[in-house]
């Protein structure tokens, strides 16, 4: 029996457009818009106690179908909660265990158009699919073959997931980096459905350690220094895609054959790296760590393996991962960025004074400069009637899903 144990920091990609395809350059001027208004909220969900529905885990994603139903994804509690339009508890998907309709660490989820729900669990190696009704349609195993362990998926609007593995696949030697990292548009259980990449992201170069011996061996991977500009995505309406990885300010709006069509910049530049840059990154890291985010493990025994997440490192693990960070020279200016059903592009622009969430940028994926909000949260899912869920935390750490009303004029 041979046992591997990783341990995973987050790792990072990044993305090239096609070269030689013609793409229209839309300039934004540097002076902001402020967009007037303040969402409202419509209801909260989370407790420290109460009903077993109230009680989080983990609150890892949250989506919203086209009715305004709220789905959870709860990966502690490995399961996925639904809440109707007005806040009310309706159903849970999926509990922990091996069977049917049952979880092992589910990392990502998807809300059809037709309102079925997929569910990815990493650990099980497959999408379970749920009817608008709850009730379990099938599971559908990853595609023959495939190892790889996805960092996120989204819906696509066409139906379907859109998903984004980590920079590591699953051998019978031992994890092993990719050269390379797509994109996938995936439909689990269509007959004859290719995955179609959307985009190719070349994995930057991803530094390895182990110890132990073959039959007990650890690896731990480590992506590439703080403050690398990362690689966010998300899909547009018309099933095309909108993502950003450099350290300027560059949004890339990209059709369903994977090629740039536009790119959107705004002339703003990265500033330099602060030694306060650095301790705060580190304080960062060790909150991370010590709460057990960004961890996989994957434990391989006699060729099979199994996927878990979270779980604090030992101090001393701790203490040698701050020691052995590394730091890009430059800040991004961009610090996060989402899209939504109604077609707009969320920037979340860095923080002029320090590394940090800034004021967030409204734009269309055509260019048009929709206006700028300061004091702004980014919302972690957008309903098609203007909805927006956050996920918080209250002031005792419990962490809870608050549903807003966006403002009509932040169109």
Not at 164 to 191: F, M, N
Not at 383 to 400: C, H, K, L, N
């Amino acid at each position: 029996m041979h046992r591997i144990h990783l341990t995973a920091l987050a790792v990072l990609t990044l993305l090239s457009p096609a070269a030689g395809h013609a793409q229209q350059a839309v300039q934004i001027p540097a002076r902001d818009r402020a967009l007037q208004g303040e969402p409202q909220t419509l209801f909260a969900i989370g407790a420290l106690e109460g009903a077993d529905w109230e009680t989080f885990g983990g609150v890892t994603q949250v989506a919203f179908d086209a009715r305004d139903n709220l789905y959870v994804l709860d990966n502690g509690n490995h399961r996925v909660l639904v809440f109707d339009a007005q806040g009310k508890f309706v159903r849970q998907l999926g509990k922990q265990g091996s069977g049917p309709g049952e979880f092992g660490a589910p990392n990502g989820m998807a809300i059809e158009p037709d309102g079925k729900v997929i569910v990815a669990d990493v650990a099980h190696r497959n999408y379970t699919i749920f009817r608008p009704d709850g009730e379990l349609e099938r599971t559908v195993p990853f595609e023959q073959g495939s190892t790889m362990i996805f960092r996120s998926i989204q819906g696509h609007p066409r139906g379907g997931v859109l998903a984004e593995p980590a920079g590591l696949r699953i051998t019978p030697e031992g994890p092993q980096a990719y050269d390379s990292l797509p994109v996938l548009w995936i439909r689990p259980g269509t007959d004859n459905a290719e995955p179609v990449r959307l985009a190719a992201v070349p994995a930057p170069e991803t530094r390895v350690s182990r110890s132990g011996s073959l039959g007990e061996m650890r690896v731990q991977f480590r992506g590439p220094p703080e403050f690398t500009p990362q690689f966010r995505w998300g899909p547009l309406p018309d099933g095309g895609l909108a993502f950003t990885y450099e350290a300027g300010y560059r949004v890339h709006i990209a059709g369903t054959d994977g090629k740039v069509q536009r790119v959107i910049e705004r002339p703003f530049r990265p500033r330099k790296v602060t030694e306060k840059d650095k301790e705060r990154a580190r304080e960062r890291r060790r909150e991370m760590l010590e709460r057990g985010v960004g961890i996989v493990r994957v434990v391989n025994e006699g060729g099979r393996s199994s996927t878990s997440f979270g779980g604090r490192l030992p101090d001393e693990q701790i203490k040698q991962s701050l020691a052995d960070m590394e730091f890009a020279e430059t800040i991004p200016v961009i610090f996060g960025m989402r899209t939504d059903p109604l077609g707009r592009i969320w920037v979340h622009r860095t923080a002029e004074k320090e590394y940090g969430p800034g004021p967030i940028d409204l734009i269309a994926a055509d260019g048009r400069y929709i206006g700028t909000l300061q004091g702004q949260a980014m919302p972690d899912a957008v309903s098609p009637s203007g909805r927006a869920a956050y996920i918080e935390r209250d002031e005792f750490d419990v962490q809870r899903v608050v549903v807003k009303q966006l403002p009509a004029g932040w169109r």
